[in-house]
């Protein structure tokens, strides 16, 4: 009885150790990759900052999340061990683009552009390559609201105690979200919402090509209440200032 | 806030691609086609009719109100009609579901729409009710002696309007609201260079303004403006640039037939000059950089071209904004025409939706229908709508109505209803209506519009990447526009890009029914031929 109880303690002693070590490293007993290193003649996350833009830029990193794929072109949020890239209208075939799971290490070679602010590669190719990378979100509350914020683009970032804030729709009616920006839209279409901290309000997003009207976050905006102290998650994305692709919502 | 939606337009085009090649072969056999519709000699009024009307509004609740009380004043006037309103905010979407529909004979009855889409909806037989009986109708026509509201006579829908509706020998739809584009300069800056804004704005003059603007401070910043971001001049649908260039070169792009003439040296000069500002920094557009309104009014823009229908997006006082407001510049705007090549005879593109009717196997229910659209052309309907953007009113009689004199009498009264750069624009087209044109529609003339424009995008992004554009490039560009959009199958546009897709062999399922079919009609053969040679044989008593 003994032995088993001890054979059974020292199982659950190596399963524990094998469960904490395959945190950012899909399970696997190799060491754990360090996701800022660079094959030879690859940019750094650095050297990609300093890149000027409509310059090629080829890049190692690691699929976060996917946005859409049509007419064999892909659009991935990505992001390495120090910053985050924006993949818009990759290259990429509709086989590829089932590998693309999140972590999957790609090399992409593209011309690194900016659009309404936000940067991005864009007329981007890739090549899947081994090696795993889950980002965890880095919490960005304090940052809202100063320049600092913006050095973080694209990455999967956390916002805390955020207050929901009134939007007002079409017909002059405070609601906690709106369909399209304005109002204008339906279910299914993108959803905006205003959240405030220290008296300082923002305008995210649900984009409804990341999280369609199916994704939990989608019905749980829809579900918000004006007043709600909510945690969200989501990519730092840029429009004419920052504007987060929400994909997590979680009311306190 | 107006973001890019581009996947979606893409798949829009391989749906619709895919579905038109249906459409193509189900046509071979007719299943789907309509009668041909013919004006009852009555409308039968002690039916009830139940009509569907798509139609599109610019993310703007005021022109679904504006639809919604045309409704209902039409219904109103004809109790036993009740119309149906489905709204889309995007033109592209309502083409995909109207060709899904035509496959299966569920077609709305009345469509907001372009004359570029009709072209493909005409794929299937009678699909859309040809409209010139309807026109001339003296009871139920335009302006019909049993028509129950004040329908505009034939006469006074402006001729170049209503003629953009005609293709293939006939009429097929009612134009609905006309703008045009515009360019919304920044005069303050425009004379703070040095220069004076001439009466039309010139090609010439934009970019000698734009390369002049392009001064720097020691410390980077731009002399103009003292911010880090300067683009004078930015072209928000270069598909539209290019097809003005053309045309007011006297230059080729197609004929009525569809032959495709696009790829001639003018176009080759248009892009080297093109390139020439686009190297600078002089040059850009919305899918390179953005909307041109954010950086107009930011102050990081002198010339800024966009549809006349986005003029409340326009200027240091503009409604609508997608950028906060201590981006804002305080700045004078003009609003003029798209620069010209010859300031005297000014040529500008004529856009805005149009109207058209769906057959149904049921006369009078296409009667209602027609009623309905009819209806939409009414001034108090035209005036209405006009006013929610920098549209014109199709007819004569809205645009010199009381209502709508007043309406542009007011202008800058607010910052709302009467803001200036929008009454501005309506007046620089109500001003300039027959100096409007439009590009021959055929089927796969929306590819050719495609290529025209993607011919400016290719080759700005290509200098701004220090990429050479010669002699070598623009035939390379040419290559790749003919193959990328099926522009040089016959002379004739083939469809979207999207239909470049290759369909690859038949499927197993399709390979094995057309084998069936094919077995069916040899024995169905062998069999009549085997009885009358039996009958043969009785006759002759073999």
Known sequence: MKKRFALFLALVLVLTMVGCAGGNNQGTDEPAEDPSAKSEGVMTYEEYVAADLDTEVVVETYVQAKQSWWEDQATVYTQDGDGAYFLYNMACSEEDYEKLVPGTKIRVTGYKSQWAGEVEIIDATFEILEGSFIAEALDVTDLLGIDELEAHQNEFVTFKGMTVEPSVNPDGEEVAFLYNWDGSGEDGNDLYFNVSKDGKTYNFCVESYLCDNTTDVYNAVEALNIGDTVDLEGFLYWYEGVNPHITSVTVL | MMRRKEKLSKALALVLALICGLMTLTGCHGSQGMEEFVVPEEFDTSRDYEITFWAKN??????????????????????????????????????????????????????????????????????????????????????????????????????????????????????????????????????????????????????????????????????????????????????????????????????????????????????????????????????????????????????????????????????????????????????????????????????????????????????????????????????????????????????????????????????????????????????????????????????????????????????????????????????????????????????????????GPLPLTSRLLLGVLGGAWILILAYVAWDAAKKKGDKTGK
């Not at chain 2, 920044?186 to 040095?194: C, D, Q």
């Not at chain 2, 006013?387 to 010199?400: D, F, K, L």
């Open chain 2, 58 to 503: 610019d993310t703007n609740k005021t022109q679904t109100r504006i639809y919604e009380q045309a409704i209902a004043d039409f219904q109103n006037l004809y109790p036993n009609i009740t119309v149906n309103l489905r709204l889309y905010t995007d033109y592209s979407r309502i083409y995909n579901d109207v060709i899904t529909n035509i496959s299966t004979n569920t077609t709305p009855n009345v469509c907001i729409t372009y004359p570029d889409h009709i072209a493909t909806y005409l794929t299937g037989t009678n699909s859309v009710v040809a409209l010139d009986q309807l026109f001339d109708d003296e009871t139920y026509g335009l302006g019909g002696s049993q028509v129950r509201f004040d329908s505009p006579s034939r006469e006074e829908i402006v001729p170049q309007f209503l003629e953009e509706c005609s293709f293939g020998g006939h009429y097929y739809a009612l134009p609905y609201m006309r703008s045009t584009e515009a360019c919304y300069v920044n005069k303050t800056y425009v004379e703070k260079l040095g220069y004076q804004l001439p009466e039309t704005l010139t090609w010439d003059f934009v970019w000698e303004v734009s390369e002049a603007a392009l001064k720097k401070n020691d410390d980077g910043t731009f002399a103009l403006n003292g911010q880090n971001v300067m683009i004078p001049f930015i072209y928000k649908s270069t598909d539209n640039m290019m097809i003005q260039m053309l045309k007011q070169k006297g230059a080729d792009y197609s004929d009525e037939a569809g032959d495709i003439r696009i790829f001639n040296d003018t176009t080759k000069e248009l892009l080297y000059t093109v390139a020439e500002h686009g190297r600078t920094g002089a040059f850009s557009t919305f899918k390179i950089s953005s909307y041109p309104a954010n950086f107009l009014n930011a102050g990081q823009c002198i010339f800024a071209v966009d549809s006349t229908a986005g003029a409340t997006w326009m200027g240091t006082d503009a409604p609508l904004s997608d950028i906060s407001a201590d981006k804002f510049v305080e700045f004078e705007t003009a609003v003029m025409t798209v620069p010209q090549f010859d300031p005297g005879h000014p040529q500008m593109i004529s856009q805005g939706p149009s109207v058209c009717v769906f057959n149904k196997a049921d006369s009078q229910e296409v009667l209602a229908s027609w009623l309905f659209t009819q209806y939409l052309l009414s001034s108090d309907v035209q005036i209405a709508y006009a006013q929610t953007e920098g549209y014109v009113p199709v007819t004569s009689r809205a645009q010199e109505s009381p209502e709508y004199t007043d309406y542009l009498s007011r202008i800058g009264q607010d910052n709302q209803m009467y803001y200036d750069v929008k009454i501005r624009v309506s007046q620089l087209l109500l001003n300039h209506m027959e100096d409007t044109f439009v590009t021959p529609v055929f089927n796969g003339s929306a590819s050719l519009r495609d290529a025209a424009g993607q011919m400016i995008e290719n080759v700005t992004k290509s200098v701004r990447r220090k990429e050479t554009v010669d002699e070598a490039y623009v035939e390379k560009l040419y290559n790749d526009m003919n193959a990328l959009y099926h522009l040089d199958q016959g002379g004739k546009a083939a469809g979207t890009a999207a239909s470049a897709a290759d369909l």
